[in-house]
């Protein structure tokens, strides 16, 4: 079993090359045009008037210049509490993508091999249904895994992210590996191990080798109670459901006492549009790199024979073949009704935070408008 010791993961400096960083701009400096962005800005501002939602906050950046972030909408309707740039959201699955990169980074440092069995640093994975699965499969939700929920039943009260990973492998695989089926457990096993090796919890960890790094002061992972550094305000209710009348019933509960790795990461626009803005400069934030170009190229490409289309950790609907490589975009939801997008052949990088989750959100709309924003010949 391997070592608990704490492994140095320091993101490393560039030497002379500055990536771009994110900063403010107008839709002229990016090659876009600001009426075609208004009318992307409208589609949400319709969709919040209409009820469909009850805010929104919206980021576009193109080459790194930031040419629309706007709040809509309400964060907190029965308090009055309009939506702001910076409001918090829960992120849920758009917590995949940031996990499958502390993955590939333990990868890069020779910490963590892909393709060896995660039995190799969990006995309890050593049986005949989970023998041979990979860390490489549960990034790409081809692991054959089936478990429906996100974590086992009857768990011990002080249990952990590492001790239920150790249970999904006492239950196996009950599909050959190779077939696509969303597997939530599978990115927990991967935050336990991501727990295992480096000897932190997930959220110190993370906030260890990325959200310090690249300067996502406003990221974390939560857990019930979670203090988010005093900032718990800026976190509005989810709204799930309609009451009798029609409207939108807030609801703040968060029972999971830790971090998990399948969702749970808490954030706002800027700082997972920095995030984005990492991927489309090939895995690099001014003069920070987390990734080498190759990681980000295998991060991105299609993994998954058939349609679904998955990376490791990343949507890719259109069969995008990798960073640089094209065709179309790469990306990921969350189904507490966060969206983001990153289009390399354009320079775009898009993102819709709401907390809406059974709203009607006009993403794919919005997403093709911001792609027409972008002028001839600009492209």
């Known amino acids: 079993m391997a070592s608990a010791a704490v492994f140095a993961l320091p993101a490393t400096p560039l030497a002379a090359i500055q990536a771009p960083e994110l900063r403010y701009g107008s839709a002229a400096d990016a090659g876009m045009s600001a009426r075609v962005l208004e009318a992307a800005e409208g589609v949400y501002r ?9 805010g929104a906050v919206i ?18 309707r029965d308090r009055n509490v309009p939506m702001m740039k910076n409001t918090l959201f829960q992120m849920a699955s758009n917590t995949k993508p940031v996990v499958a990169s502390a993955i590939m980074m333990m990868g890069e440092q020779g910490v963590l091999d892909l393709d060896a069995p995660v ?16 860390p490489a499969q549960l990034l790409s939700h081809t692991s054959g895994l089936r ?60 906030d260890r080798v990325m959200y310090t790094p690249l300067g996502m002061d406003d990221s974390y992972n939560y857990r019930a109670e979670h203090p988010l550094d005093g900032k718990r305000a800026r976190l509005g209710p989810m709204y799930y459901a309609r009451d009798d009348d029609g409207a939108w019933s ?6 999971i006492p830790f971090a998990r ?14 995030f984005l803005q990492t991927f489309l400069n090939g895995g690099a934030y001014g003069d920070v790199r987390l990734l080498s170009e190759d990681a980000v190229r295998e991060m991105t490409r299609d993994h998954v024979e058939g349609a679904e289309g998955y990376g490791y ?7 995008y073949e990798g960073h640089g490589a094209g065709p179309g975009h790469f990306g990921h939801s969350g189904s507490d009704g966060t969206d983001a997008f990153v289009d390399p052949s354009s320079g775009l990088i898009g993102l819709v935070f709401t907390q809406t989750p059974r709203g009607r959100p006009p993403f794919s709309r919005f997403r093709e408008l911001v792609r027409l924003a972008v002028e001839p010949g600009e492209g």
């Open 59 to 76: 980021l576009v950046a193109r080459n790194g210049t930031v040419v629309l972030h706007e709040a809509i909408g309400m964060s907190d």
């Open 46 to 54: 319709d969709a919040i008037e209409r009820g469909d939602l009850v």
């Open 313 to 319: 950790g990343w949507s890719t609907p259109d069969g």
């Open 250 to 255: 807030p609801d703040e509960a968060v029972t």
């Open 147 to 206: 478990i429906p929920t996100l974590f086992l039943p009857d768990a011990a009260p002080d249990t952990d992210l590492v001790r239920e990973a150790r249970r999904f492998g006492e239950v196996g695989a009950e599909a050959p590996a190779g077939a696509y089926s969303y597997s939530n457990p599978g990115f927990n096993t991967l935050g336990g191990l991501l727990e295992l090796l480096s000897g932190e919890r997930l959220e110190a960890h993370l």
């Open 119 to 134: 039995r190799t640093h969990l006995d309890e994975w050593d049986n005949e249904r989970s023998a041979t699965i990979t």
């Open 261 to 274: 790795a399948s969702g749970g990461m808490i954030s706002t626009a800027w700082d997972y549009a920095v």
